[in-house]
């Protein structure tokens, strides 16, 4: 029985592989540039060069030793056609990757969004595991999005479902990058968060964040405004509980919609730990729709950060296995 998978991890800056056993462990990982913009068949070479490295290094056989190669990506994918619908990140449409990858490597070749698979990866072997509903959310860029219902990744009959982080919190508020205005990644997200800070500094020219920064507006992030309400500082405490009311807001709607048994908060703004999840959870206990149920949905950190797509992608073929 072969013991090892490959978990792909294709990002707009970096691709990452990992080699995962049958606990769900990342052995060995290797990682090159993106470096897009480039052909797709570049990109394909490159996954595939990073598999066989894996291997090389391993001493094992992909034809032999590995069971399959899941592959996370963004974009719009169809995971039971293996097609990348659209990735916006790389400008590819109608992206054949399975069947390209199947040509270049000597196994099963699986995919799915980028979200979904690191929510799959929490799921089978992170915070979410043991639960049959649940849903991560990733605060970063963007706020990425991937909802698990019975054990089965969820994303519609589009394959376009649990874009989470475009459903709206204000009517007519800020402009989105998907066409929309108000979305919740516009308030609740990392970038959003940072870019209110910043606002926030232009209109005090004396606050203390300034110092923080060395007067550099672009070493302003999401932590900035973290550690200004740490110090005392009132304007940092104020855009902490703007932002925490943003998140809370959107995680009750996800809720409310779904009721998990647990929701799993990753992206660099979860490092904040219990100082950000405090105070979201409060939020969400008043206004949660099931408030006076005995059961209730759990808020926690994300335990597998950085490695949840590697592995969600690597489990994948059980997806279709099921």
């Given amino acids: 029985m072969k013991q090892y998978a490959i978990g792909v991890d294709l990002g707009g800056t970096n691709i990452k592989a990992g080699l995962v056993d049958a606990d769900h462990h990342i052995v060995d990982s290797v990682s090159c540039k993106t470096n897009l913009p480039r052909p ?19 001493g094992l056989s992909i034809s032999e030793d ?59 072997a992170g915070a979410a595991r043991g639960a049959r ?42 402009p989105c990058n998907c066409g929309r205005r108000g979305c919740w990644e516009r308030y609740a997200s990392a970038r959003a968060l940072t870019e209110d800070t910043r606002a926030a500094m232009r209109r005090n020219p004396d606050n203390m964040m300034w110092q923080s920064v060395g007067g550099d507006l672009e070493r302003v992030n999401a932590k900035t405004a973290f550690d200004a309400m740490r110090a005392g500082d009132a304007l940092g405490a104020q855009l902490v509980e703007d932002y925490i009311d943003y998140v809370a807001c959107g995680l009750t709607n996800v809720i409310n919609i779904f009721q998990p048994e647990i929701i799993c908060i990753g992206g660099g703004v979860s490092k904040e730990g ?45 997806q279709h296995d099921a």
Wanted: charged content about 25%.
């Fill in 274 to 318: 219990e100082s950000l999840l405090e105070r979201i959870r409060t939020i969400v206990d008043r206004e949660d729709y099931a408030r006076d149920s005995v059961r209730r949905t759990k808020i926690v950190v994300a335990q597998l950060r950085n490695d949840a797509g590697t592995i969600g992608a690597a489990g994948l073929a059980a």
């Fill in 133 to 174: 509903y649940a849903v991560a959310i990733t605060l970063g860029t963007g706020i990425g999005g991937g909802v698990i219902i019975d054990g089965k990744i969820f994303s519609g009959f589009n394959s376009a479902g649990a874009e989470l982080g475009h459903t709206v919190i204000e009517k007519g508020g800020r």
């Fill in 40 to 58: 797709r068949e570049e990109v394909e070479q490159a996954i595939a060069g990073l598999c066989e490295e894996l291997c090389r290094r391993a």
């Fill in 66 to 124: 590995i069971s399959s190669v899941g592959i996370g990506t963004p974009g719009s994918v169809n995971s039971e056609s293996g097609i990348v619908e659209f990735n916006a990140n790389f400008n590819y449409r109608d992206w054949h990757l399975v069947e390209a990858m199947e040509a270049l490597l000597p196994c099963h070749v699986y995919i799915e969004n980028d979200a979904n698979a690191a929510a799959y990866g929490e799921y089978i």
